[in-house]
């Protein structure tokens, strides 16, 4: 079974940072994709950053490119999103999803995932 297990968010300024972690358990596909998505109040799950762990490609929205980073730990079986510069935009529930497309052109999108966390929340005040 499958567990996927977000850690490290809360609330933090304009500005600073943060850093998320997702733990995985029962996950033997560790060459596939894995990636962040986050849903604010109102908005569509918005696909943040994405990681190939074959070539160790990594893709990220226009919105948080250059500020978020994504990076995957084999050792810990982990992976991370350090958040730096937040803005108030950056709120949301933030999500790890695994087991994600071959096909790096659709590997933000949330329907190519088949495994999910619960959801930690990160809250950016101004």
């Known amino acids: 079974q499958v567990q996927l297990v977000e850690s490290g968010g809360g609330s933090v300024q304009a500005g600073g940072s943060l850093k998320l972690s997702c733990t995985a358990s029962g996950y033997t596909n560790s060459s596939s994709p894995m990636a962040w998505f986050r849903q604010a109040p109102g908005k569509e799950r918005e696909g943040v950053a994405s990681?190939?762990?074959?070539?160790?490609?990594?893709y990220y929205a226009v919105s948080v490119k250059g500020r978020f980073t994504i990076s995957h730990d084999n050792a810990k079986n982990t992976v991370s999103l350090q958040m730096n510069s937040l803005n108030t935009g950056d709120t949301a529930m933030y999500y790890c999803a695994a087991a994600g497309p071959w096909d790096s052109r659709y590997s933000l999108r949330s329907d190519r995932y088949n495994y999910w966390g619960q959801g930690i929340l990160v809250t950016v005040t101004s």
């Open positions: 990681f190939y762990t074959i070539s160790g490609a990594t």
